[in-house]
């Protein structure tokens, strides 16, 4: 089982942001992207050969680590095999999941349990009677649920864009893909790395898990037997498990070895379960030194909001970066902090072009300001973005 020992024998100084550091990491990013940047066969082959291939663990990714947010969301309708396989052939370092379980305890990609906006099954009059009003993690909603479809019944569904006021080009898309079983993404993995000669990574988080304990569907459990049958429940295996609730990712380092991350919302917010048990903690008490020291005890990083990492003002433009990444690197944790888009809409105001909120603002000088604060990595909708700011960072 995991120990914090495990966990933290890799020595956090070797993540040094001088510019040798960036120098070294050149052309390894250079041949993860090789088909969007343009790298030479040698570049890719010497990627190959690298630590994802011969299992060197989370700490042989290039930095800043590249993930592909749901897929390559920007473009394809999130969390498919489209979307999936269109980030990794951009070339995504790192390629994040969302799992809910189903009526019969399998586990399915989806962001949300709630399946109304992202996926046809409002169209379907079979299912017309299970459109439902439920209570999740204190919040109601209405629509229909993944826990109670199996999955046989989720598979006569297709997935659709879930914000086509802002993507109307990914509406496209439409039907076009099934709900995939996490299962069969680790079969997609499995079978794509044996053809590219690494190992393909991945960023897997449990969805509500306080919420389908109580309903029986615990999902760390059937989580760890998959990563197991899959050879990917070691210390070096290319996934990252990640949960806004802490007592998911201890439970999981109890289960396996895979290295963990505790996702970090808003500053006020409080992790379900901390709610559910009484805990009185908020999210500004785990960015604390005591806070961070306690996750590093069981974790290895955490994946915080963006605005944890450089705060917003009440126009929305970034002001000074907090000391987050020096705190949480002084613990030996890494930072993996979410979500870079390319679109006005979702970028700080002062990287905004234009008044058109879904034309594509000024990403690049985003991320740089971003990458410039030390983190580890970042999560992106938009994979071909993120790697070419990768690139001018570890290149400049």
């Known amino acids: 089982m995991g120990t914090q020992e495990s966990r933290q024998s890799q020595d956090p100084n070797e993540q040094g942001r001088g510019t040798g550091r960036r120098a070294l990491l050149g052309a390894v990013v250079l041949g993860a992207g090789g088909a969007v940047l343009g790298a030479p066969a040698t570049a890719r082959a010497d990627e190959a050969a690298s630590g994802a291939k011969s299992g060197g663990g989370y700490r042989s990714l290039p930095v800043p680590t590249i993930i592909a947010h749901r897929g390559a969301s920007g473009y394809r309708p999130e969390h498919t095999l489209g979307s999936y396989q269109l980030a990794l052939d951009m070339g995504a370092h790192v390629i994040e999941q969302d799992l809910v379980p189903t009526k019969d305890g399998h586990l399915v990609c989806r962001h949300e349990n709630d399946i109304t906006g992202t996926t046809d099954v409002a169209a379907h009059p079979e299912f017309a009677a299970r459109k439902t009003t439920k209570v999740v993690d204190g919040v109601s909603y209405t629509g229909w649920f993944t826990e109670d479809f199996t999955l046989a019944e989720l598979k006569t569904l297709r997935a659709?864009?879930?914000?086509?006021?802002?993507?109307?080009?990914?509406?496209?898309?439409d039907g076009r893909w099934e709900i995939p079983s996490f299962e069969e993404v680790l079969r997609w993995a499995e079978k794509e790395g044996r053809k590219r000669g690494r190992r393909i990574w991945l960023h897997v988080e449990t969805?509500?898990?306080?919420?389908?304990?109580?309903?029986?569907?615990?999902?760390?459990?059937?989580?760890?037997?998959?990563?197991?049958?899959?050879?990917?429940?070691?210390?070096?295996?290319?996934?990252?498990?990640q949960s806004f609730e802490p007592s998911s990712i201890q439970r999981l380092n109890r289960l396996v070895d895979s290295p963990l991350v505790v996702l970090l919302s808003g500053a006020a917010t409080r992790p379900w379960d901390f709610v559910e048990a009484g805990d009185p903690r908020t999210v500004a008490d785990l960015v604390k030194p005591e806070g961070l020291a306690w996750i590093a005890s069981y974790?290895?990083?955490?994946?915080?909001t963006l605005d944890l990492i450089i705060p917003r003002d009440s126009g929305g433009k970034l002001t000074t970066p907090t000391t987050l990444v020096a705190d949480a690197h002084a613990e030996g944790l890494i930072l993996h902090p979410y979500t870079m888009r390319n679109e006005n809409t979702f970028l700080p105001a002062n990287f905004r072009k234009g008044t058109d909120p879904n034309a594509y603002g000024d990403a690049?000088?985003?991320?740089?300001?971003?990458?410039?604060?030390g983190i580890d990595g970042i999560f992106t909708d938009n994979t071909d973005t993120g790697l070419l700011a990768h690139a001018d960072f570890v290149n400049d």
């Open 160 to 173: 659709k864009e879930r914000i086509p006021g802002n993507r109307q080009e990914n509406t496209l898309y």
């Open 207 to 241: 969805k509500h898990p306080t919420y389908f304990r109580k309903l029986g569907l615990g999902l760390e459990e059937p989580l760890a037997k998959l990563l197991r049958r899959y050879d990917r429940h070691r210390k070096n295996s290319p996934v990252f498990l």
């Open 299 to 304: 974790a290895n990083g955490i994946g915080p």
């Open 364 to 373: 690049f000088g985003a991320f740089k300001v971003y990458f410039d604060t």
